[in-house]
């Protein structure tokens, strides 16, 4: 059964950084994108980040582009966010998910697989 499991959130003051972590289980996903999304409480969830399969090509969204960095150990299954200079408008939940394809896609249709997220929390 393959599993996405998401760490590493809080509530952290403006300003503030965060890692988050992602560990899969029940396949491995060296072979794919993985990315990572964003919900805010009335919105839809929206692209943050992701990574192509080997490491070596990155996308961001403007909205954090200079402020978070996308990584991913292929050994140990997981993907991570490092997010720093955090925002209020940060604030939402954080969803890791395994893309179907090796590049790096932006769409949530092109991703396959999802964790349950974690909260992230910025105070002003």
């Known amino acids: 059964q393959v599993q996405l499991v998401e760490s590493g959130g809080g509530l952290v003051q403006a300003g503030g950084s965060l890692n988050l972590s992602c560990a899969a289980s029940?396949?491995?996903?060296?072979?794919?994108?993985m990315g990572w999304f964003r919900q805010a409480p009335g919105k839809e969830r929206e692209f943050a980040a992701t990574?192509?399969?080997?490491?070596?090509?990155?996308y961001y969204a403007d909205s954090v582009k200079g402020r978070f960095t996308i990584s991913r150990d292929n050994v140990k299954n997981t993907v991570y966010l490092q997010m720093n200079s955090l925002k209020p408008e940060d604030t939402a939940v954080y969803y890791c998910?395994?893309?179907?394809?090796?590049?790096?896609?932006?769409?949530?249709?092109?991703?396959?697989?999802w964790g349950q997220g974690t909260q992230v929390t910025v105070s002003s």
């Open positions: 990574i192509n399969w080997n490491g070596y090509s990155t």
């Open positions: 029940g396949r491995t996903f060296s072979n794919y994108a």
């Open positions: 998910a395994v893309g179907r394809v090796r590049g790096t896609p932006q769409s949530r249709d092109d991703y396959s697989y």
